[in-house]
Nanobody, 123 residues
Framework: QVQLVESGGGLVQAGGSLRLSCAAS????????MGWFRQAPGKEREFVAA????????YYADSVKGRFTMSRDNGKKTAYLQMNSLKPEDTAVYYC????????????????WGQGTQVTVSS
């Protein structure tokens, strides 16, 4: 198990950018796939992006392709989500997740979660 702490959320105007970070503690971070999910009020948690343990494969939800970029630094035990051209519909609590298994877009497949960080995009 790894422990995850997100940071970098905040309030930004539409068209702006934010960079989320997910710091992990525990052993074997580099063996975990990492993911970002988000949950807006009254909606289910949805997949945003995921990256394989070595960073060779990265997947994005269609709604964020071309605007968001996920990366990881195994030496720093940190995953990142660079969010550009933000839209009001991106407003949500963003959660970091880790999994020793394969990457999945279903949130129930991920074993470890952070506490979340709020992202609010004003129009």
């Amino acid at each position: 198990q790894v422990q995850l702490v997100e940071s970098g959320g905040g309030l930004v105007q539409a068209g702006g950018s934010l960079r989320l970070s997910c710091a992990a503690s525990g052993r074997s971070f580099s063996s975990y796939a990492m993911g970002w999910f988000r949950q807006a009020p009254g909606k289910e948690r949805e997949f945003v992006a995921a990256i394989s343990w070595i960073g060779g494969s990265i997947y994005y939800a269609d709604s964020v392709k071309g605007r968001f970029t996920m990366s990881r630094d195994n030496g720093k035990k940190t995953a990142y989500l660079q969010m550009n051209s933000l839209k009001p519909e991106d407003t949500a609590v963003y959660y970091c997740a880790a999994n020793q298994g394969s990457i999945a877009t279903y949130s129930g497949s991920w074993g470890s979660w952070g506490q979340g960080t709020q992202v609010t995009v004003s129009s």
